[in-house]
């Protein structure tokens, strides 16, 4: 390794605190276990948010991701087995038992087979969809008092909502058709344009928010830009071009980049972090979700409604799904998130952060399918749509650490990443602790022809919140930090590309 090179292009220094000169800590455990960073978990940072926002302990939230996973799956299952039977699928908001709809009661066990708690109901899902249709195509007749409409599969039927005084003009509008519930509400949601998502990026004077990294560039709301519409990033080079826009009747944009910039399959956790995203399972009604956004941060939920249509002053959108996370303006365009899996950007909403709200999210697969996008995520290298090498089973035998100069630090350890998106945490799966200020250095070498990040983070009460990062484009990476007392821990983390790494930490 190039120490000049690495000083000159992927050294990070950053002033934590005063410095001071200690002997270095021995990097002993604490007793605290790192939870395993097998593919599913998810990111501390997210289920920071899901603690705060649901009300739910580390263990909680986790347990509960991991429950929401395995029912979408299941759900997936069923909706195809039971075909033209279907009415829709959610989670009971007290339990967490997967709930699935029937026409058919002859299907029942076959739901409770597949560890689902049936529902026998009139409607199936495509009359629900066809009933909601047939609202949509009378959309300009609507009053600006009716917020928008949505099927309601715990219901079995299609939820009109109307602000107060306007129920008659609601039932007037849907015809007075059986499975049509009418709904009073205070919502009154606008379009919440000037947003960042993920990071912002700006048409002319306006500002909005990237939402997923695509193969050649990215997705964002569709009121954000017209086709032909260039966009600069949040440095204000030029960036890219809106080549699809489609505002009212859906809300997507997907602006297309130029060489300069390069997608990564990462969502920003306004909390110094990032958020990898894995790929686009849709999350069921009733599970949680988590909504990044410039002005409010991350915020999380739970998925309402699928399928809703937003009368917003501008035109009618129809195929939202309907939340209960707050935003506010600065949010819109952003990334939604339910675990590691992507979900949508976001569109607009009623209410705010202070007092709660609705949040409407246009559905992210519906963009990639309608535009033929690739999501980047990072099984598919995180750039470029170039595939990493695939994973191999581990061998007998440790892999053997590359020959490195980062051996000449003080405490040395070595581990091994399988493929893009893989992590591992140091010392050992764990973290240290530092009486007093003192300066840290980190020195990591990888293979040749990879891009492995280090990340250096600090226990916050919370949880562990990344204070510094090399993110160069190789596997040499060096962070350089004056650091206050605290228990910190490093992160490796793999780009693109596998291979075994060499770890040096000391301190002065």
Same mark, same amino acid.
């Given at each position: 390794?190039?120490?000049?090179?690495?000083?000159?292009?992927?050294?990070?220094?950053?002033?934590?605190?005063?410095?001071?000169?200690?002997?270095?800590?021995?990097?002993?455990?604490?007793?605290?276990?790192?939870?395993?960073?097998?593919?599913?978990?998810?990111?501390?940072?997210?289920?920071?948010?899901?603690?705060?926002?649901?009300?739910?302990?580390?263990?909680?939230?986790?347990?509960?991701?991991?429950?929401? #996973?395995?029912?979408?799956?299941?759900?997936?299952?069923?909706?195809?087995?039971?075909?033209?039977?279907?009415?829709?699928?959610?989670?009971?908001?007290?339990?967490?038992?997967?709930?699935?709809?029937?026409?058919?009661?002859?299907?029942?066990?076959?739901?409770?087979?597949? +560890?689902?708690?049936?529902?026998?109901?009139?409607?199936?899902?495509?009359?629900?969809?066809?009933?909601?249709?047939?609202?949509?195509?009378?959309?300009?007749?609507?009053?600006?008092?009716?917020?928008?409409?949505?099927?309601?599969?715990?219901?079995?039927?299609?939820?009109?909502?109307?602000?107060?005084?306007?129920?008659?003009?609601?039932?007037?509008?849907?015809?007075?058709?059986?499975?049509?519930?009418?709904?009073?509400?205070?919502?009154?949601?606008?379009?919440?344009?000037?947003?960042?998502?993920?990071?912002?990026?700006?048409? +002319?004077?306006?500002?909005?928010?990237?939402?997923?990294?695509?193969?050649?560039?990215?997705?964002?709301?569709?009121?954000?830009?017209?086709?032909?519409?260039?966009?600069?990033?949040?440095?204000?080079?030029?960036?890219?071009?809106?080549?699809?826009?489609?505002?009212?009747?859906?809300?997507?944009?997907?602006?297309?980049?130029?060489?300069?910039?390069?997608?990564?399959?990462?969502?920003?956790?306004?909390?110094?972090?990032?958020?990898?995203?894995?790929?686009?399972?849709?999350?069921?009604?009733?599970?949680?979700?988590?909504?990044?956004?410039?002005?409010?941060?991350?915020?999380?939920?739970?998925?309402?409604?699928?399928?809703?249509?937003?009368?917003?002053?501008?035109?009618?959108?129809?195929?939202?799904?309907?939340?209960?996370?707050?935003?506010?303006?600065?949010?819109?365009?952003?990334?939604?998130?339910?675990?590691?899996?992507?979900?949508?950007?976001?569109?607009?909403?009623?209410?705010?952060?202070?007092?709660?709200?609705?949040?409407?999210?246009?559905?992210?697969?519906?963009?990639?399918?309608?535009?033929?996008?690739?999501?980047?995520?990072?099984?598919?290298?995180?750039?470029?749509?170039?595939?990493?090498?695939?994973?191999?089973?581990?061998?007998?035998?440790?892999?053997?650490?590359?020959?490195?100069?980062?051996?000449?630090?003080?405490?040395?350890?070595?581990?091994?990443?399988?493929?893009?998106?893989?992590?591992?945490?140091?010392?050992?799966?764990?973290?240290? #602790?530092?009486?007093?200020?003192?300066?840290?250095?980190?020195?990591?070498?990888?293979?040749?022809?990879?891009?492995?990040?280090?990340?250096?983070?600090?226990?916050?009460?919370?949880?562990?919140?990344?204070?510094?990062?090399?993110?160069?484009?190789?596997?040499?990476?060096?962070?350089?930090?004056?650091?206050?007392?605290?228990?910190? #821990?490093?992160?490796?983390?793999?780009?693109?590309?596998?291979?075994?790494?060499?770890?040096?930490?000391?301190?002065?």
């Amino acid at each position: 390794m190039d120490r000049r090179r690495v000083l000159a292009a992927s050294v990070i220094v950053a002033t934590l605190g005063a410095a001071a000169a200690i002997t270095v800590p021995a990097l002993a455990t604490t007793g605290e276990d790192e939870r395993t960073t097998a593919a599913g978990t998810a990111e501390p940072e997210l289920l920071a948010a899901l603690q705060r926002d649901l009300a739910l302990s580390a263990d909680q939230a986790q347990r509960r991701l991991d429950s929401e #996973r395995a029912a979408t799956r299941t759900l997936a299952e069923l909706r195809q087995d039971v075909s033209a039977a279907y009415a829709g699928g959610w989670l009971n908001k007290d339990s967490g038992q997967l709930m699935v709809a029937v026409t058919d009661s002859a299907l029942a066990d076959e739901v409770r087979a597949a +560890g689902a708690e049936p529902k026998v109901v009139e409607r199936s899902a495509n009359e629900l969809d066809t009933l909601k249709q047939s609202l949509d195509r009378r959309a300009a007749t609507a009053s600006p008092e009716l917020p928008g409409w949505y099927v309601d599969v715990a219901t079995n039927s299609v939820v009109v909502l109307a602000n107060a005084g306007a129920e008659a003009a609601a039932r007037e509008f849907a015809g007075n058709a059986p499975g049509v519930r009418v709904v009073s509400t205070d919502e009154a949601p606008v379009p919440l344009f000037d947003v960042r998502g993920g990071d912002p990026f700006f048409i +002319g004077n306006g500002r909005c928010s990237v939402g997923f990294s695509v193969v050649g560039g990215f997705v964002t709301a569709g009121h954000c830009g017209r086709v032909g519409d260039d966009t600069t990033g949040f440095n204000r080079q030029a960036q890219g071009t809106f080549s699809a826009s489609s505002f009212p009747g859906d809300d997507f944009g997907v602006v297309q980049v130029n060489g300069d910039w390069t997608p990564r399959p990462v969502v920003n956790d306004f909390n110094g972090g990032e958020v990898v995203v894995a790929g686009s399972e849709e999350a069921p009604v009733g599970a949680s979700i988590c909504r990044s956004g410039s002005t409010t941060g991350t915020r999380c939920g739970v998925v309402q409604a699928k399928n809703a249509t937003v009368n917003y002053p501008e035109g009618t959108v129809t195929g939202l799904t309907r939340t209960n996370v707050c935003a506010e303006p600065g949010d819109s365009g952003g990334s939604w998130m339910s675990g590691d899996q992507a979900q949508g950007v976001t569109s607009g909403g009623s209410g705010n952060c202070t007092v709660g709200g609705t949040t409407f999210f246009q559905p992210l697969n519906e963009i990639l399918q309608r535009n033929g996008l690739t999501l980047v995520t990072s099984a598919n290298g995180g750039g470029g749509g170039e595939a990493p090498p695939p994973a191999t089973e581990a061998p007998e035998e440790p892999a053997e650490p590359p020959a490195s100069q980062c051996a000449d630090q003080e405490n040395v350890m070595t581990g091994s990443l399988s493929r893009a998106g893989s992590r591992e945490v140091q010392p050992n799966g764990r973290f240290f #602790r530092m009486a007093t200020t003192a300066r840290l250095t980190a020195c990591l070498d990888g293979p040749a022809g990879v891009d492995f990040d280090l990340f250096l983070q600090r226990w916050n009460g919370r949880t562990f919140q990344t204070v510094a990062q090399a993110t160069g484009p190789s596997s040499d990476e060096q962070i350089v930090v004056n650091a206050p007392a605290g228990a910190y #821990r490093y992160r490796v983390v793999s780009e693109r590309g596998s291979g075994a790494y060499t770890l040096g930490i000391s301190t002065s």
